[in-house]
């Protein structure tokens, strides 16, 4: 799955306090400013400052070992700024002769200002456990089921606040600017959030939300709408949300949007266009292509099936089931694996020998090959057979180890060519072998899973942010440093779910409690430098900057739909919350039933 921010590009930002090779240093400036602050300061209160400056000097000579003089040190910086001395002098006494206790964690005791006027409150509550060398326990495995569940609910409610306050019934919420951005105007981040909310047991939040569906979402409106991400964003959510509160105004909604995507099926091969006006009925393919996206047209197969289950109306699985059937006969084929464009007026492949790759416009294919096996009690043989055939060719043409730590990722092939590149899309792969192994495939897929689960964790672990990037480029020469290399163009993270919602299948599967340690790590770089105070998370353009991590300004409707959702999945103790022998998630995260029984 991807929305247009997610597709291969270059992003570069430039802008005053942002370079990632020459930040401007304004210290000159500063000192300026406080000389003349402390030329405006009357004579009472530069004698005040220097009597304080006095004191604090005796206190450090004789008392230096009290960690009573953190506490009188912050003082010190309090009267300082409320007398207006706050630049480099406030900054001397506030830090540079602090208590070594104090200079543990100097942020406990501030507010600080990045990302170019944001303000980010430090929060304490959010502060990453010790590591084990700190202590013999570590802090994480103190940590009740309870208090990480209320973590996720806790970065749930503030993203929501931050909706509710700037974005209320518009797509996607621009938390720095306290604005919004509409895609295509039918409240996204708010339907993705539907069954989360109900998961997580967020009444009153719920409560609200429906109350608009019912009163303001109307799909009658002449709008392109992106047929494959309004399926699994807006169709998954009503069909999600109506089966796990059996509340009829989901299941309306949701009928009256499928019918509404219909006419993108209207083409001579049957293959859908990747566009659809919702309220005036055509449909038509990129402006600049008549190729759609592979991903596009073989991953709404789950959604359109269970609106003809719940409907008893055949129409909605009979589309995408010649879909299904026409590219499982296509010719083109490299072992299994797909090119990532088809043709909507010919039925074929384009670009037959161009890119192989588990990324970006070809990743959910693969997905929904197993999933709609099991959603229709694994009763379809060439669903299993096209899997079954992809993972052998990923084996085959894809896994590499990197050289220095032999770590295993999965690669492309570009016009035959290997290429050591692998979209953080991809870490979706873990989590749907592993849910193979679970419903009886091969054993060797659990194997795979795991090495790759390291690898993912990896993206995150070697990054200063803790937080994985867009793309990472692995080594594979023995004697380099470092396994994962990340170009300037792929430093960006958009807040997406594809690891934690693997590292939610192999700890459903396995137990393994390093999982739930290595997801809590992510939660807790997400609320170290993407959390907005004012409320709401956004995505950020380096993820190897610490102290920059310049904000894109953007809250991706899947970070509440899906990345909040697999966390709390991860965290909780209840394997019959909704159980992956009864459920099967589409690729947005919202669950639907494992049918006892085909649709009639």
């Known amino acids: 799955m991807f929305p247009p921010s997610r597709k291969d590009f270059i992003s570069l930002t430039l802008s005053e306090g942002n370079s990632y090779s020459h930040s401007y240093n304004n210290a000159k400036h500063r000192r300026r400013s406080c000389w003349r602050k402390w030329k405006q300061l009357s004579r009472l209160q530069r004698s005040l400052i220097l009597i304080l400056l006095a004191l604090l000097l005796i206190i450090v000579i004789f008392c230096f070992s009290s960690p009573a003089l953190c506490i009188f040190s912050c003082l010190v910086l309090f009267l300082c700024r409320v007398v207006s001395l706050s630049c480099v002098l406030s900054?001397?006494?506030?830090?540079?002769?602090?208590?070594?206790?104090?200079?543990?964690?100097?942020?406990?005791?501030?507010?600080?200002?990045?990302?170019?006027?944001?303000?980010?409150?430090?929060?304490?509550?959010?502060?990453?456990?010790?590591?084990?060398?700190?202590?013999?326990?570590?802090?994480?495995?103190?940590?009740?089921?309870?208090?990480?569940?209320?973590?996720?609910?806790?970065?749930?409610?503030?993203?929501?606040?931050?909706?509710?306050?700037?974005?209320?019934?518009?797509?996607?919420?621009?938390?720095?600017?306290?604005?919004?951005?509409?895609?295509?105007?039918?409240?996204?981040?708010?339907?993705?959030?539907?069954?989360?909310?109900?998961?997580?047991?967020?009444?009153?939040?719920?409560?609200?939300?429906?109350?608009?569906?019912?009163?303001?979402?109307?799909?009658?409106?002449?709008?392109?709408?992106?047929?494959?991400?309004?399926?699994?964003?807006?169709?998954?959510?009503?069909?999600?949300?109506?089966?796990?509160t059996g509340d009829q105004i989901f299941l309306e909604k949701a009928k009256d949007l499928g019918s509404r995507l219909m006419p993108a099926f209207k083409t001579p091969s049957k293959i859908p266009f990747s566009d659809v006006n919702i309220g005036k009925g055509t449909a038509h393919p990129p402006r600049w292509t008549s190729d759609s996206t592979l991903a596009e047209v073989t991953s709404i197969q789950l959604e359109f099936r269970e609106l003809s289950r719940l409907t008893h109306d055949p129409q909605y699985q009979e589309v995408v089931n010649q879909v299904s059937q026409l590219v499982h006969k296509l010719p083109g084929k490299h072992d299994g694996l797909v090119p990532?464009?088809?043709?909507?007026?010919?039925?074929?492949?384009?670009?037959?020998?161009?890119?192989?790759?588990?990324?970006?416009?070809?990743?959910?294919?693969?997905?929904?090959?197993?999933?709609?096996?099991?959603?229709?009690?694994?009763?379809?043989d060439d669903?299993?057979?096209?899997?079954?055939?992809?993972?052998?060719?990923?084996?085959?043409?894809?896994?590499?180890?990197?050289?220095?730590?032999?770590?295993?990722?999965?690669?492309?092939l570009s016009h035959s060519r290997f290429s050591p590149k692998m979209d953080h899309l991809v870490c979706f792969l873990p989590g749907t072998l592993a849910l193979g192994a679970h419903n009886g495939l091969p054993p060797d897929h659990m194997e795979l899973a795991v090495r790759l689960m390291e690898t993912c964790h990896q993206m995150y672990q070697?990054?200063?942010?803790?937080?994985?990037?867009?793309?990472?480029?692995?080594?594979?020469?023995?004697?380099?440093?470092?396994?994962?290399?990340?170009?300037?163009?792929?430093?960006?993270?958009?807040?997406?779910?594809?690891?934690?919602?693997?590292?939610?299948?192999?700890?459903r599967f396995t137990k393994d409690s390093k999982y739930r340690d290595w997801g809590w790590d992510i939660l807790q770089s997400f609320n170290r430098f993407t959390k907005v105070s004012s409320g709401g998370f956004t995505s950020i353009n380096n993820v190897r900057e610490p102290n920059n991590p310049a904000p894109r300004d953007k809250m991706e409707?899947?970070?509440?739909?899906?990345?909040l959702k697999y966390l709390f999945l991860l965290f909780s103790d209840d394997s019959e919350l909704l159980s992956l022998d009864k459920f099967v998630f589409n690729t947005e995260a919202h669950p639907l039933p494992i049918w006892t029984a085909p649709p009639k």
């Open 91 to 244: 900054y001397f006494l506030g830090v540079c002769i602090f208590h070594p206790v104090c200079l543990i964690n100097p942020n406990s005791f501030f507010f600080f200002s990045s990302w170019r006027g944001a303000m980010i409150e430090a929060d304490q509550a959010t502060e990453a456990p010790p590591s084990a060398h700190e202590k013999d326990v570590p802090a994480a495995a103190k940590l009740t089921e309870e208090d990480r569940l209320e973590a996720v609910r806790d970065a749930f409610r503030h993203a929501w606040k931050g909706y509710k306050s700037y974005a209320w019934g518009h797509d996607e919420l621009k938390p720095i600017s306290k604005t919004y951005g509409e895609w295509f105007g039918l409240g996204l981040t708010l339907i993705d959030s539907l069954d989360t909310m109900w998961i997580l047991g967020l009444k009153e939040e719920f409560t609200e939300a429906k109350a608009w569906v019912e009163k303001d979402l109307s799909f009658d409106k002449s709008v392109d709408v992106n047929l494959f991400e309004t399926t699994i964003r807006v169709l998954g959510g009503l069909l999600s949300t109506y089966n796990l």
């Open 340 to 380: 990532m464009f088809i043709n909507t007026n010919s039925g074929q492949f384009s670009h037959k020998g161009g890119v192989f790759t588990l990324g970006a416009r070809a990743d959910s294919y693969y997905e929904y090959l197993l999933k709609q096996w099991i959603q229709g009690g694994k009763t379809d």
């Open 383 to 412: 669903l299993l057979e096209d899997y079954l055939q992809a993972v052998e060719g990923v084996k085959k043409h894809l896994v590499r180890q990197t050289g220095p730590s032999r770590l295993t990722f999965v690669g492309e």
């Open 462 to 507: 070697q990054m200063e942010t803790g937080l994985s990037p867009e793309i990472a480029h692995f080594s594979l020469i023995a004697s380099d440093s470092k396994d994962v290399i990340v170009k300037p163009a792929d430093r960006h993270n958009l807040l997406r779910p594809e690891t934690v919602e693997s590292l939610f299948y192999m700890y």
């Open 557 to 563: 409707s899947f970070f509440l739909g899906e990345t």
